[in-house]
């Protein structure tokens, strides 16, 4: 499978760039007042979103990030529930 799509989307240095760079600007716009945030799952996505998140000055007090593997919607439900009923 050619993959020509990612190369405007990530830079050769690993930077966000163009497309991925506005998805993140976006989501840290609508996450903006929120309270508590759980960030997780697989992969370096989430790394990435709260870095984008930290640059803009949010969640240094809310925000929680945990790698996870692949996960069914009941354990994505009761990993959700588990974290917000501490």
Do not use: C
């Not at 993959?3 to 760079?21: C, F, H, M, V």
């Not at 929680?64 to 692949?70: G, N």
């Amino acid at each position: 499978m050619k993959r020509s799509w990612l190369k405007p989307i990530i830079a050769g240095n690993g930077k966000l760039t163009g497309q991925l760079d506005q998805y993140y600007t976006e989501v840290t716009a609508a996450l903006r007042g929120v309270e508590d945030l759980l960030i997780f799952g697989p992969g370096e996505a989430k790394v990435e979103l709260k870095n984008h998140l930290d640059q803009a000055h949010l969640g240094e007090k809310f925000m929680a990030v945990e790698t996870s593997d692949k996960m069914t919607d009941k354990q994505i439900a009761a990993k959700i529930r588990d974290y917000f009923n501490k």
